[in-house]
């Protein structure tokens, strides 16, 4: 009888969790979708490719608000189950408020570890296919910022032509080994430089023993400045920006090629964040639906569900802004941004670890 009631209390909860990211997706589709009309309405392209894009980057988005959704999820489930009287014959089987919650709770724990080794690497491919077709499709891109295996390459349209920049190693506001490549708007090769070092820290980047070969219409002169500059349009900050859009990488990505990954520049400390922030998924889940249990167990009694949804949603922005203040604080260094993605799994546990205490009373 415990395993029948065990599997009821299972099949129902996900049924639960199907339904509420079943509406989330709806929702992020509709939104997102007038947007990516409205980026490809003059672009001579069938709707077709905004719906499919959409549809696809809506998974990621799914990911990051999967513990609203089990929130959501825990609330209306236990809800139910009390309205129905299902609560309380649970309880003469033997099922006490904490056997309820530790099942759900670990149920959701062990579904976040399944979210990141299966479903997480699908959605980093299609976070990647997104942005590659959208960049392809866009007008205004007269830049390119790449890094790989070779180090950092970057692309910019000047007045006068184009430049070329290609570095082997990036630390902190250095860029090392170094090779310039300046272009007519022909894509003649107007002069080449080679620099061994050069601080990006402003746009206005201090090259360090630098040699440059002109070319004029076929002869090549070479010479040597100690100290050189350039004006570019990307300083460190930006560069480093530009990396900081870590749904491109699965959880996979990050724990089997982290070195890599570093090595080609990725800053270490996002890196650490984006890490940190994928291992705590799967406890913030377990504490989101210890958050819920509070809220509806507290009591065998029938009650307006209108109640529970407004506390319910002030409880969901409450933990999202504390989130979000929590990752500002590690953004501002004033904690490091590995414990800045713990901080809110360690609050809202304190928190709920009283509450459980006082409802397995109940």
Request: aromatic residues 14%; proline residues 1%; contains cysteine.
């Amino acid at each position: 009888m415990i395993k029948i009631l065990s599997k009821y209390l299972l099949y129902n909860y996900f049924k639960t969790i199907f339904k509420v990211v079943l509406i989330f997706y709806c929702f992020g589709l509709i939104l997102n979708l007038f947007e990516e009309i409205e980026f490809f309405k003059n672009l001579g392209t069938t709707v077709l490719i905004p719906i499919t894009l959409t549809a696809l980057f809506i998974l990621s988005l799914i990911i990051k608000m999967l513990p609203f959704i089990i929130f959501i999820s825990s609330l209306w489930f236990l809800l139910n189950l009390r309205n129905s009287k299902d609560l309380l014959a649970l309880k003469v089987f033997g099922f006490s408020n904490f056997k309820i919650f530790f099942i759900l709770a670990i149920t959701s724990f062990v579904f976040g570890w399944i979210i990141l080794f299966t479903i997480n690497p699908f959605t980093s491919t299609m976070v990647k296919y997104y942005e590659q077709t959208k960049s392809e499709y866009s007008k205004d891109i007269d830049h390119l910022v790449s890094i790989n295996k070779n180090g950092l390459w970057t692309k910019e349209n000047l007045i006068s032509g184009h430049r070329i920049i290609t570095a082997g190693e990036i630390e902190k506001n250095t860029l090392k080994k170094i090779t310039i490549f300046d272009l007519d708007k022909d894509y003649n090769l107007i002069q080449k430089i080679y620099s061994k070092t050069a601080d990006i820290s402003k746009n206005k980047w201090d090259l360090k023993e630098v040699i440059i070969i002109k070319f004029d219409q076929g002869i090549s002169k070479e010479s040597y400045e100690k100290n050189y500059s350039i004006v570019s349009k990307y300083d460190h900050n930006k560069i480093n920006s530009l990396f900081r859009n870590f749904d491109t990488m699965s959880f996979l990505d990050l724990i089997l090629n982290y070195q890599d990954l570093q090595n080609k520049g990725y800053n270490k400390a996002y890196l650490d964040q984006n890490l940190n922030s994928m291992l705590s998924l799967p406890f913030f889940l377990f504490m989101m639906t210890a958050l819920a249990s509070i809220l509806t167990m507290n009591t065998l009694k029938q009650s307006n569900n209108f109640t529970f949804i407004v506390v319910g949603l002030i409880a969901c922005v409450a933990v999202y802004y504390f989130k979000d203040l929590s990752l500002a604080l590690g953004k501002t260094d004033r904690v490091s941004l590995s414990l800045a993605a713990w901080i809110p799994v360690a609050v809202i546990g304190l928190f709920s670890s009283i509450g459980i205490l006082q409802i397995n009373e109940k």
